[in-house]
């Protein structure tokens, strides 16, 4: 048994982009293409396994937490649509 639990993370959801009309086969199909450009999930969780290792408070650091969003948020882009622009900031690699 852990030493500590703590309650799952809870991000408000954001919802999803409408179009404004019914959608098509081309819209299913850019939808997919757009999600395989769009699909930076592994580096978001390699950048956290990075930042976790080195920071003192490991993965309840706050860098940690805000990746750990921006992951939930990257794992909704089937449903919602919302791209997660995946930059690295100068203190995550400073951790």
């Known amino acids: ?8 993370a809870e991000y408000p959801r954001l919802p999803a982009i409408d179009i ?27 950048q956290l396994l990075v930042v976790s290792d080195r920071a003192d408070k490991g993965s309840m650091d706050d ?11 990257a794992l909704d882009y089937p449903k919602t649509g919302i791209v997660v622009c995946c930059y690295y900031p100068s203190r995550w690699s400073e951790c």
């Open 1 to 8: 048994m852990p030493p500590r639990l703590y309650m799952p």
């Open 20 to 46: 404004g009309r019914k959608v098509t086969a081309p819209d299913i199909s850019k939808h997919f293409i757009d999600f395989m450009k769009n699909d930076n999930i592994g580096l978001l969780a390699n």
């Open 63 to 73: 860098t940690c937490i805000a990746i750990s969003e921006l992951m939930s948020t």
